[in-house]
């Protein structure tokens, strides 16, 4: 997976003057990446000026507790699912008081995976002053590179989402 | 930094066995290493079982809004201090409802080093079912190598720490 460090660190070097140029704090909940995400954006030196920090939300009691994800959409969707993804990015915007939330949801494996939700499935959620989305992969690596391709597109959608503005 | 990998990967994989043997649940409370404990543990697959999940507390708001810092002693010590790890990994053992809560906070560097706390400098703090500690160290590298060296630090005190029940 080391072919894509460089990647995971362009992306995590675009988000900082995209979100300063729009005057706007981050906040990063994570499920499947375990906190790969945060590590990313804090290699750039200078991040605490928009990062402010993030929920790694493993369990779905952490997913409720701390980010007021449904009980009900966990049930009826599954924690690796649009709703939560979304649900996990409002969440985390609100308990930061951040600017802009983003989220990732997944199943890195080997274990975890069905037939509607194979390993590599991820659901990636953004929200911000602008609006909201959610973005769906499945990835076909293995755990690592399952995590640190979801890492990567978590980057790249919020770079490109706050350019756009 | 790539010759410390292995040794952080050993040492993710040690926590999981001391856990479960102790039939005891994880959460993190990550400042400097900004979600790297986070993504060492939860590259062990099977981690779900013992990891909850975390809090990155990387702006000082994080640490009192979802860790119960005291503004008093983030005023009166800093964020990079004795009191303000051990209430971070007592704040994320109750936010997440863990058995065991365990923190960093420390100066990955470049920027932000005193002469009283150089960049480098970091506190860890534990808090089991069997008591609270706090462990001091001031790092020689750069901002990866700090961070990692910090992340390592973090997953070496836990498994030990846990063995020695």
Not at 148 to 153: D, E, G, K, T
């Given at each position: 997976m080391s072919e894509l460090l460089p990647r995971a660190q362009s992306a995590a070097e675009a988000i900082g003057p995209a979100l300063q140029a729009a005057?706007?704090?981050?906040?990063?909940?994570?499920s499947c990446t375990g906190g790969l995400v945060g590590h990313l954006i804090t290699q750039v030196s200078g991040s605490s000026a928009y990062y402010l920090g993030g929920i790694i939300s493993y369990a779905n009691s952490a997913k409720q507790r701390?980010?007021?994800?449904?009980?009900?959409?966990?049930?009826d969707h599954g924690a690796v699912s649009a709703p939560v993804a979304?649900?996990?990015?409002?969440?985390?915007r609100a308990t930061l008081g951040a600017d802009v939330g983003v989220s990732v949801t997944g199943i890195a494996g080997p274990l975890g995976?069905?037939?509607?939700?194979?390993v590599g499935t991820v659901y990636i959620g953004l929200a911000t002053p602008d609006g909201e989305q959610v973005a769906?992969?499945?990835?076909?690596s293995d755990r690592e590179g399952n995590k640190?391709?979801?890492?990567?597109?978590v980057l790249e959608l919020l770079a490109s989402s706050i350019d756009l503005d």
């Open positions: 005057g706007w704090t981050l906040a990063t909940a994570e701390l980010l007021n994800v449904s009980a009900d959409d966990l049930r979304l649900q996990m990015a409002r969440g985390v995976g069905t037939r509607d939700k194979p769906h992969y499945v990835w076909d640190l391709l979801s890492a990567i597109a």
